[in-house]
């Protein structure tokens, strides 16, 4: 992408995009300077097979002093006030003692060549502050490929010391499953309408949320209390969640300091709930064991493909199938019962 990233968070420059060292990489990032963290964000979105080696080498350097953040998944459709609330709740997060950084995955970008958090304007006062980073979307590659990137950019951002990553998504599908898959917290972001539009929310994305947030409250307060009506009416048709906690459906404002405090309230109760619970724990190891599982589905599926580019047969059982001649699942059963 070429799109100028450099007003995001002022210390995100390209003067620093050359080659480093994963060495000096390791030892800024574990100081908690911004610059080296940001060329070593980069370096891990690197897909340059010289590269990989070194990638592996950062993130196994820094494992250890991963992990300790509080990660939070952050949804709602387009226009909702995602942005303006991410500034918000930051910069209470920041106010407690906390640092924040903010990062992104929205499969649109790679469509629009935009990333959500490639406008300049948005998070003004947040990407100033020295307890903040912000981060866009990684810009390259697939759905699978751009959620490891942010998984990996997060555990970067937890070794350089920041405690709580707030993580950006489009309410469209999609990336929920990924970013649902690395945080331990899941906040939807909706706007007061009718329950049964439920605001072009999927359903599966609202099953995922731990907290709902309907925002903008100070524009129609009573039209506010009949969404929450209805969505908590909504959710007794759901099944409890794996955390045994009962979603919350929170109102309020993101342009109102006080709903912003509550909601970071209910956020950090949350938060010390399921690590009382051991919830927390468990998420994590699952989490894990996904990240793993998904990895390696990903590359056998590559090399499969690597290895049949040029196979005469597939094409020719893919020629079969579509002309009915044969049946789908006995073509790929072939495949199978062929390759070595
Ligand atoms: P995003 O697309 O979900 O990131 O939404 P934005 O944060 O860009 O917000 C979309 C618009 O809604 C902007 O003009 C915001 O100023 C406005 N907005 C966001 N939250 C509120 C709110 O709580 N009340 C009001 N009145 N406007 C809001």
């Not at 072009?200 to 039209?223: H, V």
């Amino acid at each position: 992408m070429s799109s100028d990233t450099s007003g995001i968070n002022p210390r995100f420059s390209k003067k620093t995009l050359h080659r480093p060292d994963p060495d000096t990489l390791i030892k800024g990032i574990l100081k908690g300077d911004i610059t080296v963290l940001s060329r070593g964000i980069t370096f891990i979105e690197s897909s340059k097979e010289e590269d990989q080696a070194g990638k592996h080498r950062i993130i196994q350097a820094l494992l250890p002093y991963t992990g300790q953040s509080l990660r939070i998944g952050i949804t709602g459709i387009p226009g909702a006030g995602k942005s303006t609330l991410i500034e918000a709740l930051g910069l209470e997060l920041i106010s407690q003692g906390h640092k924040v950084a903010v990062l992104a995955v929205d499969p649109s970008s790679q469509l629009s060549k935009g990333s959500i958090l490639g406008d300049k304007t948005r998070m003004e006062q947040l990407s100033r502050h020295p307890n903040a980073y912000i981060r866009p979307t990684p810009s390259a590659g697939t759905m699978g490929g751009v959620a490891r990137h942010t998984r990996e950019a997060m555990l970067l951002c937890e070794a350089a010391g920041f405690d709580i990553i707030l993580i950006e998504t489009v309410g469209v599908g999609q990336s929920e499953t990924a970013v649902h898959s690395m945080t331990d917290l899941f906040l939807l972001l909706a706007i007061p309408g009718t329950g049964d539009e439920l605001q072009g929310i999927k359903r599966g994305i609202m099953e995922m949320a731990d907290i709902i947030f309907i925002n903008k409250a100070d524009i129609n307060p009573e039209k506010v209390r009949q969404t929450q009506k209805q969505l908590e009416n909504a959710l007794h048709f759901f099944p409890l969640h794996a955390s045994e906690q009962p979603v919350q459906v929170l109102t309020g404002s993101a342009i109102q300091k006080p709903t912003v405090a509550e909601l970071c309230q209910s956020i950090l109760k949350y938060a010390q709930a399921i690590r009382n619970s051991g919830y927390f724990e468990s998420q994590r190891k699952e989490q894990s064991v996904w990240w793993f599982k998904e990895t390696l589905d990903q590359e056998i599926l590559k090399r499969f493909y690597q290895q049949n580019k040029n196979n005469q047969m597939v094409d020719h059982l893919r020629q079969q199938v579509s002309e009915g001649k044969l049946d789908p699942f006995q073509a790929a059963d072939q495949v199978m019962k062929a390759w070595k």
